[in-house]
């Protein structure tokens, strides 16, 4: 991977320490760009994949790398969220330049129990919540 060294990447839904959103963020660290993530603990801790504190490691382990990082609890499919987000970012590590949508809504379901409240969910964080 190329150099980023002096880049700031976002990066959304790094919940759990073996997520692809943690792995994202560990590569980019290695490759020097400095990290502000996402989670979201309600939805992990319904689906039993709540990890206490993990996203306080992480930022122990991406620092570790000697770039900066920080991170935020924030619902991504509230209306708000996307400049929210942003504004987070750009308070704690200035503008971004890398940005990885790695948050996603779904649950399992048939063309028999899929229902307008999921299909509502779903349109809302992984179509709409990416666009801000």
Not at 57 to 85: A, G, M, W, Y
Request: net charge negative; proline share 4%; with cysteine.
């Amino acid at each position: 991977m190329e150099r980023l060294t002096g880049k700031t990447a976002i990066v959304t839904g790094v919940s759990y320490s073996e997520g692809i959103g943690t792995a994202t963020c560990l590569s980019l660290a290695k490759a020097g760009a400095d990290i502000f993530f996402t989670h979201w603990s309600p939805t992990d801790e319904a689906e039993g994949r709540l990890e206490r504190d993990f996203p306080n490691k992480l930022c122990e382990k991406i620092i570790s790398f000697e770039v900066r990082s920080d991170h935020i609890q924030l619902d991504l499919s509230i209306e708000e969220s996307p400049n929210t987000l942003l504004n987070a970012a750009q308070e704690s590590l200035g503008t971004a330049n890398i940005l990885v949508n790695n948050a996603t809504y779904e649950v399992p379901t048939s063309f028999r129990t899929l229902t307008p409240e999921t299909l509502d969910n779903h349109y809302q964080m992984n179509n709409r919540g990416t666009l801000g």
